[in-house]
């Protein structure tokens, strides 16, 4: 199962045949392979890492670290999934160090992010404090690159 696993991290577009070639299995035992891993849950979904750059120019990725109280009973837990509920949200985690969540959001524009921040997050009961970092360029995802590899021009005459 690791193998797959490993396998359809890097290229999830890859077919049951060719996996099967990859693995030494057949179809079937790859498509039960594949069913038994959605069934309890080990893969949650499939997606397409895309060039924000190229679909929208003007979108604005900010990185939101939260310093919350946490509620007794659930701890995190209602704090993130309230906040996980948002359309802007891509992603929300518990983290160590100064901060408790870590947010990212992505809006069409920095007036979105300050309104999301201060009229959605902040009036959240048990948020204590909020550090918004904005992304500028992003190189890697998920273990793809994103960007070309750069010429080194210098010294050349």
Do not use: W
Request: charged share 25%; aromatic share 8%; glycine share 4%.
């Amino acid at each position: 199962m690791d193998r797959l696993i490993s396998l359809l991290k890097t290229n999830a577009r890859l077919s049951n045949a060719e996996l099967a070639v990859m693995l030494d299995k057949n179809e079937a035992e790859v498509a039960n392979m594949i069913a038994t891993l959605e069934a309890n849950g080990t893969i949650k979904g499939y997606s397409t890492i895309f060039d924000e750059d190229i679909i929208s120019k003007d979108a604005v990725v900010a990185y939101i670290e939260l310093k919350v109280t946490p509620q007794a009973q659930v701890g995190y837990d209602d704090i993130a999934r309230h906040i996980a509920q948002y359309p802007e949200v891509e992603s929300v985690s518990l983290m160590s160090g100064g901060y408790d969540l870590a947010v990212t959001i992505k809006c069409q524009n920095i007036r979105e992010v300050s309104s999301y921040v201060a009229q959605r997050l902040a009036t959240i009961n048990g948020v204590v404090s909020t550090s918004t970092h904005f992304f500028l360029q992003k190189y890697k995802e998920n273990g793809i690159m994103l960007v070309d590899e750069a010429k080194d021009e210098r010294n050349y005459i």
